[in-house]
C-alpha cells in the first residue's frame, strides 16, 4: 500500500494565538486521519510548544524547519534537537531551498543535520531543487544527484528512516507548480538515484513534492507512482485547503 505524508511548512507565518487557530481549524474540519497518510505541520520555533500543547494526542505531527546539529553550547540563535524533540516533535525539515539560499547554507552542513536528526531518534526531511536557471541548461539530474550525494552522505540503510522532498525552487511560492509530467520524469530519477547509491531499502523512502501546491492541482501529483505526498507552504495556512489535500492523498492508499 502506497504510504503518504502532508506536511504544512508555515515558514516565517503565524504568532502563538493563529497557530492554535489554525490547529484548531484543521481539526474541526478532520477528526478522521488514515495511518497510510500521515499529516504533519511546522509552525515556527517560537509557536511549537503551544502547538504540542494545542494538538496533544491528536493523531497531527509536529516538526520544526530547521535545527543546529551540536546538542548544546555557546551557538548563540540555535536551536539543538533535545529542544526540538522536548517540544513534542518527531520531524525536522533541512536544506530547505531558502535556507540554502538566503542563509548560506551547505549540502556539508545539511548533512551535519542529518546525522544529528538520525542520531536523535527524530525523522529528517531533506530538501533539493534546481533553480530555473539550473533547469534550462538542462542541469536538473545533474544538480538534484549532486544534493543528493552530498547531503545524504554516510547514512547508508537508515535511508528508509528519511523523507526527501522534491521542490523545485522555480515553483516554491510562485503560483507555478512543476507540471505533472516534470514531477513525474523527477521523482522516478530520484527513486532511481536513490536506489542506485543505497539499494532496495530506498524503495521506502518517501517522497514528497513541494512547490505551489494547491487543493486543486494535488490529485494530479498524488497519482503519480512515486509520489509520497507534499510539502506545502502557502495552502497549508488554510484550513480548508490543507484538509482537502490530505483528503485527495486518502484516495490514493
Ligand atoms: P509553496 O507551497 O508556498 O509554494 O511553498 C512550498 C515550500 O517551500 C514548502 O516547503
Redesign the pocket.
Known amino acids: 500500500m502506497k504510504q503518504f505524508l502532508i506536511a504544512g511548512?508555515w515558514?516565517m507565518n503565524t504568532d502563538i494565538n493563529s497557530t492554535s487557530d489554525l490547529l484548531e481549524s484543521i481539526w474541526n474540519l478532520k477528526k478522521n486521519y488514515s495511518n497510510s497518510v500521515q499529516v504533519l505541520v511546522c509552525p515556527p520555533f517560537t509557536n511549537l510548544s503551544q502547538a504540542n500543547k494545542t494538538l496533544q494526542d491528536k493523531p497531527i505531527h509536529l516538526g520544526a524547519q530547521n535545527c543546529y546539529w551540536e546538542p548544546k553550547g555557546a551557538f548563540t540563535g540555535e536551536i539543538s534537537l533535545d529542544m526540538i524533540k522536548s517540544c513534542g516533535c518527531n520531524y525536522v525539515?533541512i536544506g530547505?531551498?531558502?535556507r540554502r539560499s538566503l542563509f548560506g547554507e551547505t549540502n556539508q552542513m545539511i548533512n551535519n543535520k542529518l546525522h544529528a536528526i538520525l542520531s536523535s531518534g527524530l525523522i529528517p526531511i531533506v530538501?533539493i531543487g534546481e533553480t530555473l536557471e539550473e533547469r534550462r541548461e538542462g542541469r536538473t539530474f545533474v544538480v538534484l544527484e549532486e544534493q543528493i550525494v552530498n547531503s545524504l552522505e554516510g547514512i547508508d540503510e537508515k535511508i528508509q528512516d528519511i523523507v526527501v522532498?522534491y521542490?523545485p525552487v522555480w515553483?516554491?511560492?510562485?503560483g507555478v507548480a512543476a507540471t505533472e509530467e516534470q514531477v513525474d520524469e523527477a521523482h522516478n530519477k530520484l527513486r532511481e538515484m536513490l536506489n542506485n547509491k543505497f539499494g532496495s531499502t530506498a524503495n521506502k523512502t518517501l517522497i514528497l513534492y513541494?512547490?505551489?501546491?494547491t487543493s486543486e492541482n494535488a490529485d494530479s501529483i498524488f497519482k503519480l507512482t512515486n509520489v509520497n505526498g507534499a510539502?506545502?507552504?502557502?495552502?497549508?495556512l488554510k484550513a480548508e485547503t490543507f484538509v482537502t489535500i490530505i483528503n485527495t492523498a486518502e484516495k490514493y492508499v
Do not use: F, P
Open positions: 511548512n515558514k525539515i530547505h531551498s531558502e530538501c522532498a521542490e515553483a516554491i511560492g510562485t513541494g512547490g505551489s501546491v510539502l506545502i507552504g502557502g495552502a497549508s
